[in-house]
């Protein structure tokens, strides 16, 4: 008789034991709609970008309806840098004219949305790549931004040029898609009241998408664990008014604010819940959602 491999049969039971603990979220979320933004690292990393295309396709074969939406920040950078065309940031969005518009709408809904799509069918799934401009699937207006002027103390309104926020997302749309089997791929560009070009902020966006779909979970990928307490700990769950009282004390500042009021508003919206998980950690959508212990910070409604 052939020896048993003690090696190989600890790996089979590892495997086993791991679809065991998977199954009943499996079914949890099965016919449920989940709505994923991807950037940031994960969407930097060609490793990373296969991985990821791979998980999309596996929520959609154990019958989940995985939505992305997708930023391309660098990537437009680079592109506006070959072009000589300078860029300038305030508050952390890029101030977007007419000739800067045309080159991010190029980028996010041509480059960046095709590549994630083919990505998506290479793995054996049937993506479709959308920006906001299809359909009407993305209303848009103009992002209104204050800053109150250090010498005079009078509150001045900045101008953005082209960058925008989400009207109305038209949720119906993206489910009769879902419906067809096919993932949705969106792009955050908006079409304004008089046929406008809209950039907008991805995760932004996704939020506005997740509500609008009631998505069961709407996922933020970045490039961080998650929340953080003040001695550096990871929050694995807050509720909304948690969070808003994390936000008032200053345990979440910097960037991670928009971040956790755009879940925020999701989870009011509509979404059963959000979570900001760090997508630089391999399957990292498949462990949030599979596991018992999960990934990143949870946040759900009071």
């Known amino acids: 008789m052939k020896p048993i491999d003690l090696k190989r049969r600890a790996e089979w039971l590892s495997k086993a034991g791991i679809l065991t603990e998977a199954l009943p979220f499996m079914r949890r979320y099965n016919d449920k709609t989940v709505v994923v933004k991807y950037g940031g690292h994960a969407m930097g990393n060609d490793e990373l970008a296969l991985q990821f295309a791979a998980d999309i396709v596996l929520l959609k074969q154990v019958g989940m309806h995985p939505i992305v939406v997708h930023g391309g920040g660098p990537q437009i950078g680079r592109m506006l840098e070959r072009l000589a065309i300078k860029s300038e940031f305030v508050d952390g969005l890029r101030v977007t004219d007419k000739e800067t518009v045309e080159i991010v709408e190029m980028v996010l809904s041509g480059a960046i949305n095709k590549g994630i799509v083919a990505a998506i069918n290479a793995a054996g799934g049937r993506a479709i790549g959308l920006s906001g401009k299809d359909g009407g699937l993305i209303q848009a207006r103009q992002l ?141 959508v498949l462990l949030e959602l599979f596991t018992s212990h999960g990934m990143g910070t949870w946040i759900k409604a009071d």
């Open 144 to 284: 209104r931004r204050t800053r109150i002027d250090p010498d005079s103390n009078i509150e001045k309104v900045l101008d953005l040029g082209f960058v925008g926020e989400p009207v109305k997302v038209e949720g119906e749309m993206l489910r009769r898609l879902v419906a067809q089997d096919l993932i949705p791929v969106v792009a955050p560009i908006g079409a304004g009241p008089n046929g406008e070009t809209f950039n907008i902020n991805a995760d932004t966006a996704a939020g506005a998408v997740a509500a609008a779909v009631d998505a069961s979970r709407f996922m933020l990928l970045t490039d961080v664990e998650g929340v953080l307490d003040k001695e550096g700990r990871l929050m694995p769950e807050l509720t909304v008014a948690e969070a808003q009282a994390l936000i008032a004390d200053g345990t979440i500042s910097g960037g991670m604010i928009p971040k956790i009021e755009t879940c925020i508003e999701a989870v009011r919206g509509g979404a059963g819940g959000a979570v900001i998980i760090d997508g630089r950690v391999q399957h990292g």
